[in-house]
């Protein structure tokens, strides 16, 4: 099994590897006509979580790299984009970013993209800085580490959730995301406070990057961007709040790092639900160089350099991985034209 398994992989890089490549760079050929594929990553752990089966751990996100690295010309974001709107992206360029401020993007993510000689840009939400812990993230660990099962939370208008198996907690995890991500948010507030309580939980506050780590993080090289203090739903929050989000989270950046922040990623990034054209006029005014959606696709010159185009193929296998590259570079956002 392992010589088959070894022939596979060689016949897999030899026989297609190099038409596929071949295709990335007609899609994404450079200069006037180039595409600039921006990838988006939140967490990566050391080792795989049974809860998040699709989220990279330490190894499968280095396979990762190794064929982004392979494939494509990885760029630093400030430069990428830079180039993009003069018409003079090379071949294939692609960037890497991380959302959030998860303490492991330095621990875990840091050392893999050093040892490939990688540039990625890293959009921290500074209000969980020091001990901080994201709402997603409350819930995911009430229900790791929930004591009752059922999880009955019908009172509350989240309904009741078994919790018997690994299964069974990913629809729960799932299914109460959706249902607190829309809400106001004192009182999603509120309910993430009685789940807690319900469940017994004890909160890890080692999930986020320490301003030390963030500084260290720059030091390696790595850009920096702001993504709001509280990571709050622009749309669904007033303009004045919204305002402030942004203006504070680049400033205490700028605080931090001693240095202007000059990128921005909208919190969840989804154009027209998330944020709404007036933030990407506040953005705009406000002085920085570029911000960034989760619209999937690639940006070509035409794309609003305030709404560029990020994604993540989630595929295991390298030839799917790079197909699904391939892919949304096809991809023409409404955004971009």
């Known amino acids: 099994m392992l010589v088959s398994r070894t022939l596979l992989r060689r016949q897999e890089r030899s026989g297609l590897d190099v038409p596929l490549r071949a295709l990335l760079q007609c899609l994404s050929p450079g200069g006037a006509r180039g595409r600039l594929t921006v990838l988006i990553f939140h967490r990566v752990r050391m080792s795989p979580d049974p809860l998040f089966p699709s989220e990279p751990d330490a190894q499968a996100f280095e396979q990762q ?13 400030e430069e990428a984009v830079a180039l993009l709107h003069t018409g003079q992206l090379p071949p294939r360029a692609l960037c890497i970013t991380f959302d959030d401020g998860y303490a492991d993007n330095l621990t875990v993510a840091l050392p893999v993209l050093q040892r490939l000689g990688l540039p990625a ?15 997603n993230d409350q819930v995911i660990e009430a229900v790791r580490q929930s004591r009752v099962n059922p ?34 948010l004192e ?12 469940t ?44 402030e989000e942004i203006v504070e989270g680049a400033s205490r950046l700028e605080e931090l790092l001693r240095e202007p922040v000059r990128l921005f990623a909208y919190p969840n990034g989804r154009p027209g639900r998330d944020y709404a054209p007036e933030h990407v006029a506040m ?18 010159t035409g794309c ?33 034209h």
Request: proline share 6%; hydrophobic share 50%.
């Open 151 to 184: 999880l009955a939370l019908d009172d509350l208008n989240l309904g009741v959730h078994p919790l018997g198996s690994v299964e069974e907690k990913r629809a729960a995890i799932a299914a109460l995301i959706g249902a607190l991500k829309y809400l106001p």
């Open 283 to 300: 953005v705009r005014e406000l002085g920085f160089a570029a911000a960034f959606s989760t619209a999937w696709g690639a940006a070509g």
């Open 121 to 135: 840009t890293f959009f921290i939400a500074t209000g969980f800085l020091d001990g901080g812990i994201m709402w």
């Open 200 to 243: 017994g939980a004890r909160l890890p506050r080692d999930l986020m990057l320490t301003s030390d780590q963030l500084r260290a993080l720059r030091r390696a090289g790595m850009g920096i961007g702001a993504h709001t203090v509280h990571h709050p739903i622009l749309a669904k929050v007033g303009a004045q709040e919204a305002r």
């Open 65 to 77: 790299m190794r064929w982004v690295r392979h494939w494509f010309e990885p760029l630093p974001l």
């Open 304 to 336: 609003d350099p305030f709404q560029i185009p990020r994604f993540t193929p989630w595929d295991r296998t390298r030839i799917r991985y790079g197909l699904r590259l391939a892919q949304n570079l096809l991809r023409r956002p409404a955004l971009c």
């Open 187 to 198: 009182a999603r507030a509120e309910k993430l406070a009685a789940l807690v309580e319900r």
